[in-house]
Nanobody, 119 residues
Framework: QVQLVESGGGLMQPGGTLRLACAGS??????????LGWFRQTAGKQRELVAT???????HYGDSVKGRFTVSRDNAKNMLYLQMNSLKPEDTAVYYC???????????WGQGTQVTVSS
């Protein structure tokens, strides 16, 4: 089994920055996984894509975070990061880490970390 643990969430004012981290542990080494990503969800809404990063370094972002968020992965340390700049109130959500060993694999999910952007 693969365990994913998110950290770095919290309360931030609009315009501020936060950096989320996702640590992989257990049987799988997420540094070798095909794709790692961040998703977010607010109450009553579907979970939405924030950003993904493939093992070869290709990244993809949701339209609402392009130019503000940066996803990165440290394969040697089995870590995934999300640098969030210019935060907006609408970024408030629970952020989840996601990992897929292969393109068609069932993803593993973390428990989530709350990010609240408010003045």
């Amino acid at each position: 089994q693969v365990q994913l643990v998110e950290s770095g969430g919290g309360l931030m004012q609009p315009g501020g920055t936060l950096r989320l981290a996702c640590a992989g542990s257990g049987l799988g080494k997420i540094g070798t996984f095909y794709i790692l990503g961040w998703f977010r969800q607010t109450a009553g809404k579907q979970r939405e894509l924030v950003a993904t990063a493939t093992k070869d370094g290709t990244t993809h972002y949701g339209d609402s975070v392009k130019g503000r968020f940066t996803v990165s992965r440290d394969n040697a340390k089995n870590m995934l990061y999300l640098q969030m700049n210019s935060l907006k109130p609408e970024d408030t959500a629970v952020y989840y880490c996601n990992a897929k060993k292969f393109s068609m694999s069932t993803p593993f999910w973390g428990q989530g970390t709350q990010v609240t952007v408010s003045s």
